[in-house]
């Protein structure tokens, strides 16, 4: 069994930072690409930020040059370091994970139940 875990969400002004963490636990054989989505109120879950195994990171037009992705693989963890926030990044934000699982040995996609950011004055 595999679990995704967010922290660091929160209310915060216009132009200020956060920093989202989301470690995985469980049966882990292996993970590859790890990322961010988010959804907003009324809106589809979209793409923020996700780092391969190997490879460069990949970031949506709207936070390229605001947002950091960053992994640590030796805690199996992912964050997301997001600078000078705007009211319209106010989400629910959510980790994935492509992770094969000691027993199975197959990659499956997983994610967490998500973390509000709210940026607001």
């Known amino acids: 069994q595999v679990q995704l875990v967010e922290s660091g969400g929160g209310l915060v002004q216009p132009g200020g930072s956060l920093r989202l963490s989301c470690a995985a636990s469980?049966?882990?054989?292996?993970?590859?690409?790890m990322g961010w989505y988010r959804q907003a109120p009324g809106k589809e879950r979209e793409l923020v930020a996700v780092v391969p195994s190997g490879g460069r990171t990949n970031y949506a037009d709207s936070v390229k040059g605001r947002f950091t992705i960053s992994r640590e693989n030796a805690k199996n963890t992912v964050y997301l370091q997001m600078n000078s926030l705007k009211p319209e990044d106010t989400a629910v934000y959510y980790c994935?994970?492509?992770?094969?699982?000691?027993?199975?040995?197959?990659?499956?996609?997983?994610w967490g139940k998500g973390t509000l950011v709210t940026v607001s004055s």
């Open positions: 994935n994970a492509n992770i094969a699982t000691i027993l199975s040995h197959s990659t499956m996609s997983y």
């Open positions: 469980g049966n882990i054989f292996s993970i590859s690409a």
